[in-house]
């Protein structure tokens, strides 16, 4: 296995890790009947960001934000593995991409501004630039 695919494959682990992160806080805090139930808009008397506490409402960002950021790794870490193109660079650029994905739940979580930003940026610099080396 690659190391691509295997900093790929803790990245969807965090990534289960970050939904128990926010969706215990959450049943707690929502209820089993907002939980359980279809989570309709309409039937909230306010957005469920607005409901939840500040801290949960910054993890579910952050899992939001780590399910978009996941789509664009896997890209680069299957396209790197499935040309060739895997290098030392490229490795070391996966687990830059998994170290800011680590290191941006607490930033976010605990709004550290503006290092949240840096470390979501260093994530996804890291990605184009693997994208970027599986065209070389």
């Not at 808009?41 to 306010?46: A, E, S, W, Y």
Request: charged content about 10%; glycine content about 6%; hydrophobic content about 55%.
């Amino acid at each position: 296995m690659t190391t691509e695919l295997l900093v790929l494959i803790l990245s969807a682990l965090l990534q289960a890790v970050q939904l128990v992160l926010f969706a215990v806080p959450a049943n707690l805090e929502l209820g089993p009947r907002t939980t359980m139930g279809p989570r309709d808009p309409q039937d909230l008397q306010r957005p469920k960001d607005q409901i939840l506490s500040r801290r949960t409402g910054r993890i579910m960002r952050a899992y939001d934000n780590h399910n978009e950021a996941l789509l664009l790794f896997a890209i680069a870490a299957v396209a790197v593995t499935l040309t060739g193109t895997g290098s030392a660079l490229t490795a070391t650029l996966a687990w830059i991409y998994l170290a800011a994905r680590i290191l941006y739940v607490p930033a976010y979580a605990y709004g550290w501004v503006p290092w949240r930003s840096f470390i979501f940026g260093a994530g996804w610099i890291a990605t184009v630039l693997m994208l970027l080396l599986a065209l070389l």
